[in-house]
């Protein structure tokens, strides 16, 4: 069974930073293509970033530039370094597996990790 676990979210004000992690229990980590995600309030849950198992990583056009998505395949684990952040991007985030391109989305979660943005 497949476990993903967020952690690193919390309060941060408008400009701050913040560093998320997943942890993931799965056999062949270093194989899956890997996602971040978040959901806003009343909004539908989006990705954010993708790192494929060689590497190579995709944003969504809202935070290129600000948010950097890495993976240690030794440890199974997936980071989200997130800077200058604002309060549009305040959501929970959730990491996943991911393709991206296709629109596929997975169908279970983990419990995510809550981000605040305010001053």
């Known amino acids: 069974q497949v476990q993903l676990v967020e952690s690193g979210g919390g309060l941060v004000q408008p400009g701050g930073s913040l560093r998320l992690s997943c942890a993931v229990s799965?056999?062949?980590?270093?194989?899956?293509?890997m996602g971040w995600y978040r959901q806003a309030p009343g909004k539908q849950r989006e990705l954010v970033a993708t790192?494929?198992?060689?590497?190579?990583?995709t944003y969504a056009d809202s935070v290129k530039g600000r948010f950097t998505i890495s993976r240690d395949n030794a440890k199974s684990t997936v980071y989200l370094q997130m800077n200058s952040l604002k309060p549009e991007d305040m959501a929970v985030y959730y990491c996943?597996?991911?393709?991206?391109?296709?629109?596929?989305?997975?169908?279970?979660w983990g419990q995510g990790t809550q981000v605040t943005v305010a001053s």
């Open positions: 996943n597996f991911a393709n991206y391109g296709t629109g596929w989305m997975p169908e279970a």
């Open positions: 799965v056999s062949s980590f270093s194989a899956y293509e």
């Open positions: 790192i494929t198992s060689s590497g190579s990583t």
